[in-house]
């Protein structure tokens, strides 16, 4: 088998592929996101961003089998990317509070000259959050590398009242689109399964 590469800088991405027995590469992929700009279709956004990354590392690495995800969060018609500064994670934070929002993950694959890219979609609910309440969150949680300037996981789960969909989405790397993205490249996920630790 080929190597295989994981495009991406995220930890989250690594520790859930990590579930898995399934050898691979973490390599950060140097497409400019920036170049895409949001038209209003945040499916269409995550996708663009997960081939981006993906035909990027194709250049350099051909003859291997990579994977790259994108997360979008989407609310009232905007994309929430990742947040700048404290005041932008702030407005970002105000707007998700009490309100539900998509996330949306696209995983894109390669192998062989060919490529595949698949999404999902997991709607989650946010309780109010006061202003003190949110400050907290921002002085404990600097979320700057985060898409919608939060994270679910640990304390961060705070933030969240209820999701309809997949958890593993909301992460980063939603399980059962990776196990589609794979099986288009000819590997197949339940062949890796490990014993619970």
Same mark, same amino acid.
């Given at each position: 088998?080929?190597?295989?590469? %994981?495009?991406?800088?995220?930890?989250?991405?690594?520790?859930?592929?990590?579930?898995?027995?399934?050898?691979?590469?973490? @390599?950060?992929?140097?497409? &400019?996101?920036?170049?895409?700009?949001?038209?209003? &279709? =945040?499916?269409?956004?995550?996708?663009?961003?997960?081939?981006?990354?993906?035909?990027?590392?194709?250049?350099?690495?051909?003859?291997?089998?990579?994977?790259?995800?994108?997360? @979008?969060? =989407?609310?009232?018609?905007?994309?929430?990317?990742?947040?700048?500064?404290?005041?932008?994670?702030?407005?970002?934070?105000?707007?998700?509070?009490?309100?539900?929002?998509?996330?949306?993950?696209?995983? =894109?694959?390669?192998? &062989?000259?060919?490529?595949?890219?698949?999404?999902?979609?997991?709607?989650?609910?946010?309780?109010?959050?006061?202003?003190?309440?949110?400050?907290?969150?921002?002085?404990?949680?600097? %979320?700057?590398?985060?898409?919608?300037?939060? =994270?679910?996981?640990?304390?961060?789960?705070?933030?969240?009242?209820?999701?309809?969909?997949?958890?593993?989405?909301? %992460?980063?790397?939603?399980?059962?689109?990776?196990?589609?993205?794979?099986?288009? @490249?000819?590997?197949?996920?339940?062949?890796?399964?490990?014993?619970?630790?």
């Amino acid at each position: 088998m080929n190597e295989i590469i %994981l495009g991406s800088h995220s930890p989250r991405r690594v520790e859930i592929m990590n579930y898995f027995s399934l050898p691979f590469r973490q @390599v950060a992929s140097h497409f &400019d996101e920036d170049s895409i700009p949001y038209a209003g &279709d =945040a499916k269409k956004l995550a996708r663009e961003l997960a081939l981006g990354k993906i035909k990027v590392l194709a250049n350099e690495y051909p003859n291997d089998t990579i994977i790259t995800a994108d997360t @979008v969060v =989407a609310i009232d018609g905007m994309s929430l990317g990742k947040p700048s500064n404290e005041a932008e994670s702030r407005d970002m934070l105000v707007r998700l509070s009490g309100r539900w929002h998509s996330v949306i993950t696209a995983v =894109a694959s390669y192998r &062989d000259g060919k490529f595949f890219c698949f999404d999902e979609e997991t709607r989650v609910l946010c309780n109010n959050a006061t202003p003190d309440e949110i400050h907290r969150y921002m002085t404990i949680h600097a %979320l700057y590398d985060k898409a919608g300037g939060y =994270a679910i996981q640990k304390s961060g789960s705070i933030l969240v009242q209820r999701i309809d969909g997949c958890y593993y989405n909301v %992460l980063g790397l939603p399980i059962n689109t990776l196990r589609v993205a794979l099986k288009e @490249v000819g590997i197949d996920l339940w062949d890796y399964i490990k014993e619970l630790a």
